[in-house]
Nanobody, 123 residues
Framework: QEQLVESGGGLVQAGGSLRLSCAASARTFRSYDMGWFRQAPGKEREFVALFGRSIGGTAYADFVKGRFTISRDTAKNTVFLQMNSLKPEDTAGYYC????????????????WGQGTQVTVSS
């Protein structure tokens, strides 16, 4: 099981920003695609953003395009999710994932999840 440790969640007003971090081992960072997912109470976990080797870059869910940016620091083996212009509907637990690949926004093959970090956006 690859260890992923998220941080950076919190409470923010609508229109505000947060940056989430996901720290991984060097092996994980080197070997797997990595992504962010979220899950709101009573809803299924959904894809937010990812780094995909097969696509040679990044992909985003439509509802975050232009607001969220996924990036990575290879020296620190860390993936970030910069979230701007936050809306109350962005309130959810945010989870980092490492996977062999992603298909249709879902992890494919081997995959591992972090423990999650809560983001709450007040109106």
């Amino acid at each position: 099981q690859e260890q992923l440790v998220e941080s950076g969640g919190g409470l923010v007003q609508a229109g505000g920003s947060l940056r989430l971090s996901c720290a991984a081992s060097a092996r994980t960072f080197r070997s797997y695609d990595m992504g962010w997912f979220r899950q709101a109470p009573g809803k299924e976990r959904e894809f937010v953003a990812l780094f995909g080797r097969s696509i040679g870059g990044t992909a985003y869910a439509d509802f975050v395009k232009g607001r969220f940016t996924i990036s990575r620091d290879t020296a620190k083996n860390t993936v970030f999710l910069q979230m701007n212009s936050l809306k109350p509907e962005d309130t959810a637990g945010y989870y980092c994932n490492a996977a062999s690949s992603y298909r249709g926004g879902k992890p494919s093959g081997y995959n591992s999840w972090g423990q999650g970090t809560q983001v709450t956006v007040s109106s």
